[in-house]
């Protein structure tokens, strides 16, 4: 079995399960970590003086139905030019009909379908965990590279630590990410509560738990930019 296929295999695993639930909205500890990450997302983008993301060319690798690109709307994103990959041939169908402005495409993030420097910023949220292999997992960023322009950013959200109870991911530090991303700016802040805390806590008092999510010690994600050098 491939990489690839075996993704996909966890992924109808964890949806046959039920265990998707565990990330929606309507979840509190879910939510929790949704508005952790995206005040995140803002002061990464901020830090690199980036407070619109208006006319900006953003593809999101490992897309699923398009709800991390649909936040960037909200962003000032235009939808025209959002574009969006994912192995799975059901979530792309569900998603293009949920945002039939984006451009979604069924994909391998290892043979990006997009010219080089054709975006502005690339995205990934819990992609690199997702990947076993270290193989694909160097192919997937150089690709990310490849269609990023000279000074533009890769979007990075992930898990720092491999969970015990999922032996389908895997964590990945800091020294991966920077051998994955050489000669790159990477510049990463430990952020969202760890989920063992968040789902204990956050359905009893969600204000505890955001208390909480400020202390990085506390946090197991890591979220912010890669930025791509540019070369003379």
């Known amino acids: 079995m491939s990489e690839a296929d075996r993704i996909k295999d966890a992924y109808r695993k964890r949806d046959t399960e039920g265990k998707s639930a565990l990330y929606s909205p309507f979840v509190n500890s879910a939510l929790l970590g949704m ?15 980036i407070e619109t993301l208006a006319g900006k060319r953003i593809l999101d690798v490992g897309c699923g139905t398009g709800r991390n690109l649909q936040r ?58 997702s ?29 720092r ?14 020294s991966e990410i920077r051998r994955l991303f050489q000669e790159c700016d990477v510049s990463l802040r430990r ?11 956050a359905p009893v008092s969600y204000a505890l738990a955001a208390v909480l999510s400020v202390f990085p010690w506390l946090c197991t994600h890591d979220m912010g930019t890669i930025k791509k050098v540019e070369t003379a």
Do not use: C
């Open 131 to 159: 990947i076993l292999d270290d193989g694909m997992k160097s192919r997937v960023a150089a690709e990310m590279l490849r269609v990023l322009r000279p000074g533009g950013l890769i979007i990075w959200f992930d898990f």
């Open 161 to 174: 630590y491999s969970n015990p109870h999922n032996s389908d991911v895997r964590g990945i530090g800091r």
């Open 72 to 129: 960037l709307i909200d962003l000032g994103a235009e939808p025209g030019l959002l574009s969006g990959i994912d192995l799975r041939e059901d979530v792309i169908e569900r998603g293009a009909g949920l945002n039939p402005g984006i451009d979604l495409r069924v994909a391998n993030a290892e043979e990006l379908p997009f010219d080089d420097g054709a975006f502005d910023l690339v995205t990934q949220y819990t992609v690199f965990t």
């Open 35 to 49: 508005h952790t990450a995206e005040r995140a997302l803002i002061a990464a983008l901020k830090r690199q003086g």
């Open 191 to 201: 952020v969202v509560l760890a989920p063992p805390l968040a789902r204990r806590i």
